[in-house]
C-alpha cells in the first residue's frame, strides 16, 4: 500500500539522514538558583546514534525519556528518569526492548503519581512488524517486561499512548492485516488491578488507509481516539492528498469503544509529510471533565485551515466549530489545562509559528499571535500546558537552532523565543507538570561519526 511505502521509504531515508543528527534534551525547571538555561548535561554515550526523543513529567517533579537508539544493523528503545523531584542526576539509560528485534518511532505517557506507559514499532531482521509495550508500576519502580500487545501477521505501526490518573493505559494503532484489502485502528488497553493488556480492540476497519491516530485520556479514565482516513490523492501530486477524520470514544469502566464517527474532511498540500520526521494527522487534547477538542487541517474556499470539533462530555456529543482563524495552517498541535482552556499552534504559510487559545466548547478563539521571528522558516510545532494554564512552545527552524517559548497564565504574554542547542536543530517534543516545570527534547544534526547525543539542561524563571 502506499503509504506502507512511504513509511518504509521514510524509514530508509531516516537512517541515512539520521547518521548526521544528535540529540539534546532541554529542562525549564522552576525553582533553581540562577535564571537561564544551564550548561546541557549528556544522557546518551558519545558514538551513538539516539533519535525519536519523547519526555514526560509526573506530578512528583520526577522525569523519564525514551528514544531509539541505532545498535549495529537494529534499533532498540531506551530510557532514563530523574527521580527525587529533580534533585537526582539522569540515571544511566536502560534498554527496553527485547534484544533479537529492532525496534523504532518510541511512544510515552506518564501519570501524576509516576506510573508511565512506552510503546512502539517493534520487527524481527526481516519480516512483519508489531507493537510492544512496556509499563513502569511508579517512579521509583522497574520497567516491566515488553510485551506484544498487537495480534501477529500484518504491519502494525504508529503507536500513540495515553495513561489516565489510575494507571490505565491505552495504545492505538493503524494495522494492516496480512493478505487483507484493508487497514484498520486498533487499540489495547492496560489495567494495573490485572497487570494485563486487553486484547486488541477494533476502532475501525477501512478498505481506505486509516492512518495517523492519536490518542488521550482525562482524569476520570475516558479515552478519545482520532485518526485520518486517506481517501484520495499523493503525497507528491499536485493537489496533495485527502480524506476524512474519525474518531471513537471509550467511557471510563466500559468494556468497548463507541461506534466511530466522521468529524469532517482533511487536506495536505503536496509534500507534506513525505520523508519527514512527522506524519500530519489530527491532534485531540482533553480537560479534567472529559470535553475534548480535535484539530487537523481542513480545507475552506481551497485554503488549508485549522479546523475544530469538540466533544462535550456532559451531553455526550460532537460539534464542530469554526476554523482557529482563517491563516493558512499545517501541523497543528493542541494542548489543554484543567478547566478546558486550549491552545493550539501551528505553522503559518510564511513560515512563522502562530497560536491561539479559546476555552473548549466556547465561542471565540483569541486573535492568532506569531511567535516566531526573523525569515528563517520555522516547523513542526509543539505546545503544552500544565493545570493552571503556563504554556510552552517549541520548534524546528531550517538552519536554525531549536526554538523555546514560554507564557505564564493563560492571561500572560508569549515571551520572545530562546535558542536552545545548537544551529541545525531537529524535531522537538516537550512536557510540563504541576509544579510548573517544563523539559523540552530535540535532535540536533552533527557530523557523523560523532554520534547522536541527548543532552539536559534546566530553564529557571527570571
Same mark, same amino acid.
Given at each position: ?16 539522514a ?20 544551564s ?14 526523543p519523547?519526555?514526560?513529567l ?10 531509539? /537508539? ?13 527521580l ?38 517493534a ?33 502494525? #505501526? ?24 484493508v ?20 476502532l ?8 495517523? @491516530?492519536?490518542?488521550a ?48 474532511? #482533511? ?11 512527522e506524519?500530519?494527522g ?23 485551515l ?8 456532559? /451531553? ?12 493558512f ?9 484543567s ?7 501551528? /505553522?503559518? /504559510? ?29 516547523? #513542526? ?29 493563560l492571561?500572560?504574554?508569549w515571551?520572545?523565543?530562546d ?5 541545525d ?23 557523523? @561519526? ?13
Amino acid at each position: 500500500m502506499e503509504e506502507i511505502t512511504r513509511i518504509a521509504a521514510k524509514r530508509r531515508a531516516a537512517a541515512v539522514a539520521l547518521a548526521v543528527i544528535a540529540g539534546w534534551l532541554i529542562a525549564w525547571a522552576h525553582g533553581a538558583q540562577a535564571a537561564g538555561w544551564s550548561t546541557p548535561t549528556r544522557l546518551s554515550a558519545a558514538g551513538q546514534i539516539a533519535t525519536y526523543p519523547e519526555i514526560a513529567l509526573d506530578g512528583r517533579r520526577d522525569a523519564v525519556s525514551v528514544w531509539a /537508539q541505532l545498535e549495529g544493523n537494529r534499533e532498540e528503545i531506551m530510557t532514563s528518569s530523574r527521580l527525587l523531584g529533580g534533585r537526582s542526576r539522569w540515571a544511566r539509560p536502560l534498554s527496553l526492548s527485547p534484544d533479537a528485534l529492532s525496534a523504532d518511532f518510541p511512544q510515552l505517557a506518564v501519570d501524576s503519581a509516576g506510573a508511565a506507559v512506552a510503546a512502539w514499532d517493534a520487527a524481527p531482521t526481516d519480516g512483519p512488524t508489531f507493537i510492544e509495550a512496556a509499563v513502569r508500576r511508579s517512579a521509583s519502580a522497574g520497567w516491566g517486561r515488553a510485551l506484544r500487545i498487537s495480534e501477529r501477521g500484518g504491519y502494525v #505501526y504508529q503507536p500513540q499512548v495515553a495513561i489516565d490518573r489510575h494507571g490505565v493505559a491505552t495504545v492505538v494503532w493503524s494495522a494492516s492485516p496480512a493478505n487483507a484489502k484493508v487497514t484498520r485502528i486498533e487499540a489495547s488497553t492496560f489495567k494495573p488491578e490485572t497487570g494485563a493488556w486487553s486484547a486488541p480492540a477494533r476502532l475501525a476497519s477501512s478498505s481506505d488507509q486509516l492512518l495517523d @491516530p492519536q490518542v488521550a485520556a482525562d482524569a476520570r479514565g475516558d479515552a478519545i481516539a482520532v485518526w485520518k482516513r486517506w481517501v484520495g490523492g499523493g503525497i507528491l501530486q499536485p493537489a496533495g492528498t485527502n480524506g476524512t477524520i474519525g474518531a471513537a470514544i471509550k467511557r471510563a469502566g466500559a468494556r468497548a469503544w463507541r461506534a466511530a464517527i466522521t468529524l469532517g474532511r #482533511y487536506v495536505e498540500p503536496m509534500g507534506q509529510g513525505s520523508a519527514s520526521f512527522e506524519f500530519p494527522g489530527p491532534h485531540v487534547a482533553m480537560d479534567a471533565h472529559g470535553n475534548a477538542m480535535v484539530v487537523w487541517q481542513g480545507e475552506n474556499v481551497r485554503r488549508v485551515l485549522t479546523e475544530v470539533a469538540v466533544w462535550n462530555a456532559s /451531553q455526550r456529543e460532537w460539534h464542530v466549530q469554526p476554523p482557529v482563524s482563517n491563516q493558512f495552517a499545517v501541523w497543528p498541535h493542541i494542548a489543554a489545562d484543567s478547566r478546558g482552556d486550549a491552545t493550539v499552534v501551528w /505553522q503559518a /504559510q510564511a513560515g512563522g509559528i502562530s497560536v491561539a487559545t479559546e476555552r473548549i466548547g466556547g465561542c471565540c478563539w483569541t486573535r492568532p499571535r506569531t511567535l516566531t521571528r526573523g525569515s528563517v522558516e520555522a516547523f #513542526y510545532p509543539r505546545v503544552a500546558v500544565d493545570p493552571f494554564g503556563d504554556a510552552l512552545a517549541t520548534w524546528s527552524r531550517s538552519g536554525g537552532a531549536v526554538q523555546v517559548a514560554r507564557r505564564d497564565g493563560l492571561g500572560g504574554v508569549w515571551q520572545r523565543p530562546d535558542n536552545v542547542g545548537a544551529q541545525d536543530g531537529g524535531v522537538s517534543e516537550l512536557a510540563v507538570d504541576a509544579q510548573r516545570d517544563a523539559l523540552v527534547i530535540w535532535q540536533q544534526p552533527v557530523s557523523h @561519526p560523532n554520534g547522536i547525543l541527548i543532552e539536559v539542561s534546566a530553564y529557571a524563571p527570571r
